[in-house]
């Protein structure tokens, strides 16, 4: 959430590092909010968010990629669910 102000300004950087950086973390609620976070950098930049999709979608947690996916194309966003990008 700290890093929203980052990303109304369209600087993802801090946001993609804390998300990498934080894949492995224990608790749900942060995986929903990276989720969010990378939702909002796509709202803006949609290649910024898939580029980092595609490199970490395997590892992610599940309910972090939900989340980052919600708004996709159906087509797209089962591609990412079903490990096909």
């Known amino acids: 959430m700290s890093s929203f102000a980052f990303i109304k ?28 976070m990378l939702r909002e950098i ?7 968010e898939m580029h980092f999709l595609d490199k970490f979608y395997a590892e992610m947690p599940r309910t972090m990629l939900r989340y980052a996916i919600e708004k996709f194309p159906e087509p797209l966003r089962l591609d990412y669910l079903k490990g096909r990008r």
């Open 9 to 36: 300004a369209g600087r993802f950087q801090l946001t993609l590092q804390l998300a990498e950086h934080l894949l492995n973390h224990p608790h749900d609620l942060m995986h929903k909010a990276l989720g969010w």
């Open 42 to 48: 796509g709202n803006r930049d949609l290649t910024v």
